[in-house]
């Protein structure tokens, strides 16, 4: 361990490693969306990233105190859809409608 107030080598690593770390977080973080396509919806997620097909989801859900929106699947599974939540007040529920009647349109089903 160097004087106090001299960084040596390890210490300069580890704030180079320690910014690197934060800066992909950060990235990652700007880059959660909900992508619709022909096939299906692409959802990112701060830790994952999954495609699902318009016939697979059975539900658009967004409950009072759920922080996101929620897709309920087929196979009984539950997607997290952080690009839309609560927190963004009036915009974050009309994007959940939104979402809800484009899977609904894209599933052929009316209403």
Do not use: C, H, K
């Amino acid at each position: 361990m160097g004087v106090a107030g001299v960084w040596g080598v390890g210490d300069q690593l580890a704030l180079v490693a320690f910014g690197v770390l934060v800066a992909a977080f950060l990235s990652r973080y700007a880059t959660i969306r909900a992508t619709p396509g022909p096939d299906g919806l692409t959802v990112r997620n701060l830790m994952t990233t999954r495609t699902v097909g318009w016939d697979e989801i059975v539900d658009v859900r967004f409950p009072d105190g759920d922080p996101w929106v929620s897709l309920e699947l087929s196979d009984t599974d539950v997607l997290a859809v952080m690009a839309v939540q609560r927190v963004d007040g009036e915009e974050g529920r009309v994007e959940a409608r939104r979402l809800a009647r484009l899977v609904m349109a894209r599933r052929g089903v009316s209403g």
